[in-house]
T-cell receptor, first 113, second 110 residues
Framework: DVKVTQSSRYLVKRTGEKVFLECVQD?????MFWYRQDPGLGLRLIYF???????EKGDIPEGYSVSREKKERFSLILESASTNQTSMYLC????????????FGPGTRLTVT | AQSVTQLGSHVSVSEGALVLLRCNYS??????LFWYVQYPNQGLQLLLK??????LVKGINGFEAEFKKSETSFHLTKPSAHMSDAAEYFC????????FGSGTKLNVKP
């Protein structure tokens, strides 16, 4: 059974803190993605990676960075959390050329106070 | 550039009624199109995928979608709604990366 896990389901952080969101997949997928989900806006792509140590900016990368040192792990970093980064964060992975089915983790609901 | 528009942020149907969720896309290349479903407090899971093999695509849980190039549409349908279909549905197009619509919440009334 394919699995994408995220380190926390719920997280509360203070403004200015450095925040790490971890995502691990056990399917040997080449491609990994980070999205944020906000009501009425759907999913917006923050960063993605089509190979280890490779990363590309998505549509809303400002205020975020990522790290992919191992194939199975893709980390999202909020360098200095702000209240407008309060959101649901979803990680996904896929195989092949990138157009294949994405498998999603359960999400991390981050609240920045 | 690719984009997706979902018409109707909320759709309400009675149990047993037809479900129709609308999706229009914009793509500069032959598209890969997807429908995903999200149940409360869960991640997204794939309902169905269009990859140009057939214009009518059947998915899980009795859902299907028809690709209409002339209308640039990929509407999702189900002949008879069930209470368990209540969820949020997302249309997506792939063009080097994924572009998701804003989602449609489906409410099913008893």
């Amino acid at each position: 059974d394919v699995k994408v896990t995220q380190s926390s389901r719920y997280l509360v952080k203070r403004t200015g803190e450095k925040v790490f969101l971890e995502c691990v997949q056990d399917m040997d997928h080449e491609n990994m993605f980070w999205y944020r989900q906000d009501p009425g806006l759907g999913l917006r792509l923050i960063y993605f990676s089509y190979d280890v140590k490779m990363k590309e900016k998505g549509d809303i990368p400002e205020g975020y960075s990522v790290s992919r040192e191992k194939k199975e792990r893709f980390s999202l970093i909020l360098e200095s959390a702000s209240t407008n980064q309060t959101s649901m964060y979803l990680c996904a992975s896929s195989s092949g050329q990138g157009s294949g089915e994405q498998y999603f983790g359960p999400g991390t609901r981050l609240t920045v106070t | 550039a690719q984009s997706v528009t979902q018409l109707g942020s909320h759709v309400s149907v009675s149990e047993g009624a037809l479900v129709l969720l609308r999706c229009n896309y914009s793509s500069s290349v032959p598209p890969y199109l997807f429908w995903y479903v999200q149940y409360p407090n869960q991640g997204l899971q794939l309902l169905l995928k269009y990859t140009s093999a057939a214009t009518l695509v059947k998915g899980i849980n009795g859902f299907e979608a028809e690709f209409k190039k002339s209308e640039t549409s990929f509407h999702l349908t189900k002949p008879s709604a069930h209470m368990s279909d209540a969820a949020e549905y997302f249309c997506a197009v792939w063009g080097y990366k994924f572009y998701f619509g804003s989602g449609t919440k489906l409410n099913v009334k008893p």
